[in-house]
């Protein structure tokens, strides 16, 4: 069979677009021009998928540990990246009808200390009006089951006071702060949103629960303490959700094994009750749906998931819809 991922393997399923004219701003994508599992991608990978079929006007790139300068004080060197992202972006803004990089979430050391403004300074200059958050993600787990590359914590960083302050001190400069976890860490991240009110806080990809190694045969038990951990972090009015990422190969649906993608009918069907449960407790107007591209591209095409995204919410009112799929997004990066 085609390797999963792939374009003949994807190409397997191929769906009528549903909705094609609906506004989309996608805020979760990366670009990277290095040897990995996803392969290359770049702009003309990345408008090969948002013009597939969708209105994908906008999307915001956020970090992914690409294009780092090479020499320079280590604090520094993510700023490399900001630098390439901006030139893409500029790129992107010259082609009439095609998706334009519109925000760049960038990456640094909260826990730097007075060194962090050098890097926010940085990053503002690099970034040509686009830079708007950081993404200093967290993930802990020590069981060498897991199989994305992301970069992983020792122990507990969100409880680290040097880490809150660097939290605290992106609110204090209008900038927001996205990151990703996995499951049994949701109520760190609830406690850090406790702790920094002021901040605007994204949880990326739902907090990842996960589907892999020792945590294969606990799906339902997992499901139920997500459930209350989401309901928890929403309870916190400066968290907002970005909805999607679910379709990594730790999460556990299995389709980058299988013969070939999963349609839209079987991508929702499988996933809805975590959106739904995540739309209910947070509300529409602080959800937002994401692609997480190329990352879930190992399972699913960006056309099949947008059209599972869509059925997923058929029910829901115009304005409601309109706030996940791009009104959510606009406001919190500010494009």
């Given at each position: 069979?085609?390797?999963?991922g ?6 397997q399923?191929?769906?009528?677009i ?5 506004p ?7 670009l ?7 392969g ?5 990978d990345?408008w090969?998928d ?9 999307t ?6 690409a ?5 320079g ?13 901006a030139?893409?972006a500029?790129?992107s803004?010259d082609?009439?009808?095609s998706?334009?990089i ?5 990456h ?54 040097d880490?809150?302050?660097g ?14 976890h996995?499951?049994?860490?949701n109520q ?23 589907g ?11 499901f ?22 679910l ?6 649906f ?16 499988a996933?809805?009750r ?6 209910e407790?947070f509300?529409p ?14 399972s ?16 829901f009112?115009?304005?409601e ?5 791009y009104g ?7 494009v």
């Amino acid at each position: 069979m085609p390797t999963p991922g792939t374009p003949e393997w994807l190409a397997q399923v191929t769906e009528q677009i549903i909705e094609p004219d609906r506004p989309i701003i996608d805020p979760h994508h990366h670009l990277w021009a290095r040897p990995a599992r996803w392969g290359s991608y770049l702009l003309d990978d990345l408008w090969a998928d948002t013009g597939s079929g969708h209105n994908i006007e906008k999307t915001v790139f956020v970090e992914c540990h690409a294009n780092y300068r090479e020499d320079g004080p280590d604090h520094l060197k993510p700023i490399g990246e900001t630098e390439f992202v901006a030139g893409v972006a500029a790129a992107s803004a010259d082609v009439q009808g095609s998706a334009t990089i519109a925000g760049i979430v960038a990456h640094a050391d909260l826990t730097l200390g007075d060194a962090l403004a050098e890097v926010l300074d940085a990053h503002e200059a690099a970034g040509a009006g686009l830079f708007r958050g950081i993404r200093h993600a967290g993930p802990h787990d020590a069981t060498g089951a897991l199989t994305n590359s992301g970069r992983r914590q020792p122990g507990n960083i969100y409880a680290d006071e040097d880490f809150r302050a660097g939290v605290s001190a992106l609110g204090k400069r209008g900038l927001s702060y996205d990151t990703w976890h996995f499951f049994h860490q949701n109520q760190d991240y609830a406690a850090l949103a406790r702790a920094v009110p002021e901040t605007t806080m994204i949880l990326d990809h739902f907090g990842t629960p996960l589907g892999i190694g020792p945590y294969r045969d606990r799906v339902e038990e997992i499901f139920e303490q997500w459930q209350g951990d989401i309901a928890d972090i929403a309870a916190c009015p400066n968290v907002v959700a970005k909805i999607g990422g679910l379709a990594m190969p730790d999460n556990g649906f299995g389709w980058d094994k299988d013969d070939q993608p999963p349609t839209s009918d079987e991508f929702a069907e499988a996933q809805k009750r975590y959106y739904l449960h995540t739309i209910e407790c947070f509300g529409p107007e602080r959800c937002m749906f994401e692609s997480n591209f190329p990352v879930d591209k190992l399972s699913i095409s960006y056309p099949v998931l947008w059209n599972g995204l869509k059925k997923i919410v058929a029910d829901f009112s115009e304005d409601e819809k309109h706030a996940m799929f791009y009104g959510t997004a606009a406001r919190v990066y500010r494009v």
